[in-house]
């Protein structure tokens, strides 16, 4: 340091709980690094109440990438080794934790895969916990069979009838019927429950939990929801066909409710929402038996429809809707009686080209829109430039003007090495959009490689296209500004590269890019 | 008078630690958890109310806020968010932490999370030098003290340059 920052430190004049306020707004890795800066600011992360430990973390970027599968190799020196320096650090913490007699009021613990030597560790931690009356506790502790009796014996034990705790999320953690009904007999403060792919769970009955707002679940067979007056947001997701029920008839303020992998009728979605007069949030995915929807409501906000293969027809009489987002077009149609804010349709391009003909239908399906569209663009597979050789982009004839969009979001599922730039022309000659974006960073690197270069580093007066009446994309181009966004909350911020290849460097974790593209 | 009649428009004072005194409407002022809880207790509207802590400079900025949200009704949600976003858009760094303070001592939930998100956004993805210099952090670690907190948490610098 060579002191040469002038004036007054103005974080020491700030109390704990603010530095709190301002670590709980960054992701946990940036919140951990900010103890570098100071004193001041390693106290404020040293005593941060809450707790974040997911293993993949400490896994290097070669590993993070790995799924939950590939993370079990509990062979693997390399993740083992791994694993128990991550296990190491998350016991002195919490040791640290009780001896300075810190409080905790949330704790989070993802750990895919564990030795049993561990058990009587976790033990402890959870036994640190449960003194501190922490008040959120979500565990994804996968094949560990003792978990939930666990959890029953630090909760419900002991002489206080009633524990504090306000959220409780279990992630593939083995825990039973009797088990789950013990903790919410000892927790009736409740307010969000997270139980997904629980193994032992096949049941869930909640009963007289009065401050139950939220309630996510996956592959739970049965789900009764009873007194729960102010319940809010429901979610309920089934995969694999697996069966299941419902029942959450005495929640009648339910503002939000997502059904996935639910194969269930028309007559069953219709007497089911006429049971919710207000829903604002609507989303289904995967309910393959729906085929015609029909529905009216003064509060509706926002309807997500998603691959729900065998619907033909939605008509939405919904005055205040403000977004719907849906794909599966043309196939379905969807009609509205108020036109709402925000359109989002997607479309889902799985790499079968059959000529000139699919870019056609996709302008003239653009154009169906008007400009405040927001287009999602997935592409699953893109054809390679040979089988594309009778679709010339560059020489396709301009039929009319081609439409402007808001913004088209795109992602891309497959490695697209060869064919970005292809891909690039086939958008650019069905839409140009006012704004491009992508999310997925590392998935998509090559890509956005590509694009920056290609819109970037155009020529100001491109020498393609001489000979030809209708000009390409780069014609009609006129201004580009990049720029990075947070996914959290979309807030944006400009980039000023002076090459493409300055881009990676300057794009952090949890950011997307976008183009503003001016036409 | 001797009527007791509710007023809506009654008002209170508030005076700076620099000596300012604002004159604030009462339903403004119940955006300040601290204000509410006085006004709840046997603290008369009549009384000046001293907020110590909080120059007059921030003391307008935050009423302000609290005039902008009490007045708003909720039907107006996307509004406020965008007055939100303008209010603290260009504030310097000094303005900013002053602000946070004010908030906190208040206890005005709503200015206190978006003035945090603000400090937290400026941190974001940049080098540790960078953000000392933006909030003036006085790093008083030795260097061997500094590479050891990072060795301690080395995870976190996985990735970051």
Redesign the interface.
Same mark, same amino acid.
């Given at each position: 340091?060579d002191g040469t %920052?002038?004036? %007054?430190?103005? /974080? $020491?004049? +700030?109390?704990e709980? =603010?530095f709190h306020? %301002? $670590? =709980?707004? +960054?992701f946990?890795?940036?919140a951990?690094? /900010? =103890? !570098? +800066? =100071?004193?001041?600011? $390693?106290r404020a992360w040293s005593t941060y109440p809450n707790l974040d430990f997911v293993e993949s973390?400490?896994m290097?970027?070669s590993l993070s990438k790995c799924s939950d599968a590939d993370l079990k190799g509990k062979d693997d020196p390399k993740i083992q080794e791994t694993r128990e320096k991550?296990l190491h650090?998350v016991d002195k913490t919490m040791l640290r934790y009780q001896k300075e007699r810190t409080p905790i009021n949330k704790f989070r613990l993802h750990i895919t895969s564990v030795y049993p030597k561990w058990a009587s560790i976790i033990d402890k931690w959870i036994e640190i916990l449960v003194q501190k009356h922490v008040e959120e506790l979500e565990l994804h502790l996968s094949d560990y069979a003792f978990l939930g009796s666990l959890l029953k014996k630090h909760l419900c034990n002991g002489i206080i009838k009633c524990y504090p705790l306000q959220m409780l999320g279990l992630k593939k953690v083995c825990i039973n019927e009797e088990e789950i009904q013990d903790i919410f007999s000892r927790c009736p403060l409740i307010k969000e429950l997270r139980l997904l792919d629980c193994r032992g769970l096949k049941k869930l009955q909640v009963a007289n939990l009065h401050n139950l707002k939220t309630v996510h679940v996956k592959n739970i067979e049965e789900v009764e929801i009873r007194a729960a007056p102010n319940l809010q947001s429901f979610n309920y997701v089934v995969t694999n066909g697996l069966p299941w029920m419902f029942n959450i008839d005495s929640s009648p303020h339910l503002k939000d409710l997502m059904l996935m992998g639910l194969c269930m009728t028309d007559r069953f979605f219709h007497d089911l929402i006429a049971r919710f007069p207000l829903l604002e949030k609507l989303e289904l995915r995967f309910c393959h038996e729906i085929r015609r929807i029909n529905i009216s409501s003064r509060i509706l906000k926002s309807f997500v429809l998603r691959y729900c293969l065998k619907l033909e027809e939605a008509k939405i009489d919904a005055p205040n809707l403000l977004s719907v987002k849906y794909d599966r077009m043309p196939s379905l149609s969807i009609t509205t009686t108020t036109s709402p804010q925000k359109w989002e349709p997607i479309v889902n391009f799985l790499g079968a080209i059959t000529g000139l003909s699919s870019f056609i239908r996709l302008r003239e399906f653009i154009m169906s829109f008007n400009q405040s569209v927001t287009l999602g663009f997935n592409v699953f597979d893109w054809p390679e430039k040979k089988r594309l050789k009778n679709v010339d982009l560059k020489r396709m004839p301009l039929i009319d003007q081609v439409p402007v969009i808001e913004h088209l979001k795109l992602r891309v599922f497959s490695d697209l090495r060869l064919c970005c730039e292809s891909l690039v022309d086939s958008l650019f000659w069905s839409c140009h959009p006012r704004k491009l974006s992508l999310v997925s960073i590392k998935l998509n690197k090559t890509l956005i490689e590509k694009l920056c270069e290609m819109l970037m580093e155009r020529e100001d007066d491109p020498c393609c296209c001489s000979s030809s009446n209708s000009k390409c994309w780069r014609h009609y181009l006129k201004n580009v500004e990049i720029g990075s966004f947070?996914l959290k909350?979309k !807030?944006e911020r400009p980039l000023h590269l002076k090459t493409s290849s300055d881009l990676f460097?300057s794009l952090?974790?949890h950011?997307g890019v976008y183009f503003k593209l001016k036409w | 008078m001797a009527s007791s009649i509710e007023n809506n428009n009654e008002k209170l004072t508030l005076k700076s630690s620099d000596g300012e005194e604002f004159l604030v409407e009462k339903h403004v002022a119940l955006q300040s958890t601290l204000l509410q809880n006085m006004l709840d207790s046997d603290c008369s509207s009549a009384d000046v109310i001293p907020l110590p802590k909080i120059d007059a400079r921030t003391l307008a900025l935050v009423l302000g806020y609290c005039k902008k949200h009490a007045d708003a009704s909720s039907s107006k949600q996307g509004e406020l968010n965008s007055f939100d976003s303008e209010f603290l858009k260009d504030m310097d760094m000094g303005a900013l932490f002053n602000l946070v303070l004010a908030a906190n001592f208040m206890e005005i939930k709503g200015l206190l999370d978006i003035a945090a998100q603000k400090i937290a956004d400026t941190i974001k993805d940049k080098p540790h030098q960078e953000v000392r210099e933006i909030f003036h952090v006085e790093n008083d670690y030795t260097p061997e003290e500094e590479a050891a907190v990072r060795e301690e948490n080395r995870w976190a610098f996985e990735g970051f340059p």
């Open positions: 340091m %920052i002038e004036g %007054i430190d103005w /974080t $020491l004049q +700030l109390p709980e =603010s306020q %301002i $670590l =709980s707004c +960054l946990t890795k940036e951990a690094r /900010t =103890s !570098v +800066l =100071s004193k001041t600011w $390693l973390y400490f290097k970027e991550f650090y947070e909350n !807030v460097p952090g974790e950011q | -």
